[in-house]
């Protein structure tokens, strides 16, 4: 192989560029690659936090999947992805159409609707523990106006994913404000091409918004997966701010699942192989997905 010969300008950018990155590749080592690396070995162990136990090989792996309680956590985390996902981008899409119009104060407007997403957590889930409340919450009495009786939203395993799904509904301002600056990347020229067309609001959506601002749904779409599968909060703050809760099977999802075994038991290797099985997946779909979105992304640079 011929030897590159650098100039000293060449050489002196390049140490340079490592020099510069250097506290990214530390930070980046010691708290991120090192530690995965640490509890993909614990996980093959029944190590306990404090003390390093023997290797177990996959043992840890086949109890997670014989586990009843993490089949019950897998498939609520599952149903809230499902249903949450889908809505939140449609919900974020919607809103961002809507605040993309040339209105007199639509900066207002904008800023409202994005303020949900930067109140603190804990405070949002206390709010909407009331709203959910089955006995006084908001929701059953508007329901009980018009003769419908509203359901034990915390407690009924059958509507606990529901009520998380909801709410996540009103912090969606993050996905709205990238759609946005979708939607006013779009060339006017293809409306106004549409409009000598004679395409109506239902054809400029299908053929010029959508394909235009795929790319920019994909990458909520796969930013929205990864939150969901990751949901913790919510339902662990409505379990103990509801004592008759307790652990619900409805509301039990994957991180919940995990942070028992790991920090409530104790079991570091145990948690190890949970967190494992959870990035795998998280992986694999998101793989899927950027495998499937060829068919269905559109660049305009034509890649």
Do not use: C
Not at 194 to 214: E, T, W
Not at 217 to 223: E, G, K, Q, T, V
């Amino acid at each position: 192989m011929r030897r590159i010969n650098r100039s000293p300008l060449q050489k002196h950018e390049t140490m340079n560029f490592f020099i510069y990155i250097s506290p990214w590749i530390v930070g980046f080592s010691a708290f991120i690659f090192f530690p995965m690396l640490y509890s993909l070995f614990l996980s093959f162990t029944d190590s306990t936090i404090g003390k390093m136990g023997n290797f177990v090989g996959f043992e840890n792996y086949y109890y997670v999947f014989t586990d009843p309680l993490f089949k019950a956590a897998a498939m609520n985390t599952a149903y809230f992805s499902i249903l949450g996902v889908p809505l939140q981008l449609i919900l974020a899409f919607f809103l961002a159409s809507l605040l993309n119009m040339k209105l007199r104060g639509i900066g207002i407007f904008r800023t409202v609707f994005y303020l949900p997403s930067v109140v603190a957590g804990i405070s949002t889930v206390l709010l909407w523990s009331w709203i959910f409340n089955a006995n006084y919450g908001l929701i059953n009495y508007l329901l009980s106006i018009v003769g419908i009786k509203g359901p034990n939203w915390l407690t009924d395993p059958k509507w606990s994913i529901p009520a998380i799904v909801i709410m996540s509904l009103h912090s969606v301002g993050g996905q709205m404000l990238i759609f946005l600056a979708a939607l006013q990347d779009i060339p006017n020229e293809l409306y106004e091409s549409a409009d000598m067309d004679g395409a109506g609001p239902v054809r400029k959506l299908f053929n010029i918004k959508l394909p235009q601002i795929s790319p920019t749904i994909f990458f909520n779409l796969i930013l929205g997966i990864i939150g969901a599968f990751q949901v913790f909060m919510q339902p662990y703050i409505f379990a103990n701010l509801n004592a008759n809760v307790g652990r619900n099977r409805g509301m039990y999802v994957y991180v919940q699942y995990l942070f028992d075994n790991a920090f409530r038991y104790y079991l570091a290797g145990y948690g190890s192989a949970i967190a494992w099985i959870l990035f795998a997946a998280t992986l694999v779909l998101t793989l899927f997905i950027m495998k499937t979105s060829k068919r269905w992304v559109y660049y305009s640079g034509g890649n």
